[in-house]
């Protein structure tokens, strides 16, 4: 099992990344490792299927250059393979005259990251946008669009195999052995050789990443961010996306309202520690991993700084009153009974030892190894210029 070049996970990202080696020089041989039995089987898969704009992200950052690089490239993957998607649009609310100063910084940082299509509007023109929420100022961002990322993730992988390139499922990591012009990724059913592994795994990028790096300095901490859905005959509250203004100190933007690729409209999520890397429900315990993350000094700082916002998301995780009563502060209309538990998502939080959560992607390499440390949301709207970005990076080396 001889390649070029070795990726670990098939998840969007992971995807992208082959699919532009393989644009760059369809000579290379390139293989994805992933370890469940389909691609875009946990963040890509769980995420709520936006077409971000990059409206949020700091000026320059990687993720507002990728953002907006990946937002083009998406559409254009998207028109020219036929996947369905609908730029619908979107309306960041305030509701209190204290938000009032963050919408207008969004609004600032949107203008300067090219979002020169989006404007403000009153109460009165927000009714006319969103019949049935409450707020007194917005945002009108129509860059923003929803998709299922599950979709294009499987038209990549086609894509790669079209190619030449190799997807390999079911064959989960257990070691690497790194020599000076060969990599051995072990998997527990064989051997794969290449001259350089990427490593794209997503919520155990860090794992993959030790075993290389001894004294890694950034560990990744689950958060699972739990939705309801609008019963069926409750959809006509939202028409498309609705958020409201986002906490600066805290890494998420709050519960929101999305309309889906297929109609249906999720509410949600919160932001609950996960006791288990892919713990998507209350239930699942992984007591390592959960030892792992409450040791890391990074976390009991980031929870000493955060633990009254903490305890918010938990006690919302489960009262169902107290979730409806965060909803209501968008659309007053919302009851308990109009809401439907949905599936949970999982997000890859990377956070260094100092107690900093990493907002941007974080990448370290060697001539052996490219590891993505990090690749936050907006990661799936960036996934193919990032790839691009990744690509070139490993092509340096051939």
Known sequence: MKYDIIIIGGGIVGLASAYQLLQQNPELK??????????????????????????????????????????????????????????????????????????DMLFKRGIENGLDKIFMIDADK????EPHVKGIKAIVVPYTGIIDYTDVSEKIAEEIKF???????????????????????????????????INCAGLYSDKVAAFHYKNIDTRIIPFRGEYY??????????????????????????????????????????????????????????????????????????????WKTGMGEFYRSFSKPAFTKALQKLIPEITEDDLIPAEAGVRAQACDRTGGLIDDFKIIEDNNAINILNAPSPAATSSLSVGKSIAELALKRF
Request: with cysteine.
């Open 30 to 103: 390139v293989a994805i490792i992933e370890k469940e039995n389909a691609v875009a089987a946990h963040q890509t898969g769980h995420n709520s299927g936006v077409i971000h704009s990059g409206l949020y992200y700091k000026p320059g950052s990687l993720k507002a250059q990728n953002c907006i690089s990946g937002y083009k490239m998406l559409i254009d993957f998207c028109n020219a393979k036929n996947i369905k998607y609908d730029l619908c649009g979107k309306v960041v609310v305030a509701t209190s005259e204290a938000e009032l100063p963050q919408l």
């Open 126 to 129: 927000l009714h006319e946008y």
């Open 163 to 197: 190619a030449g390139g190799d997807i390999f499922l079911g064959e989960k990591v257990i070691d690497i052995n790194y020599h000076t012009n060969l990599t051995e990724v072990i998997t527990e059913n064989r051997t794969f050789t290449a001259t350089l592994a």
């Open 229 to 306: 859905m609008l019963k069926p005959e409750k959809r006509y509250l939202v028409k498309n996306l609705i958020y409201p203004v986002p906490d600066p100190n805290f890494p998420f933007l709050g519960v929101h309202f999305t309309r889906m690729i297929d109609d249906s409209v999720e509410a949600g999520p919160n932001a609950v520690f996960a006791f288990k890397r892919e713990g998507y429900d209350k239930a699942d315990v992984d007591l390592v991993e959960m030892f792992e993350s409450l040791t890391w000094p990074g976390f009991q700082k980031v929870a000493a700084k955060y």
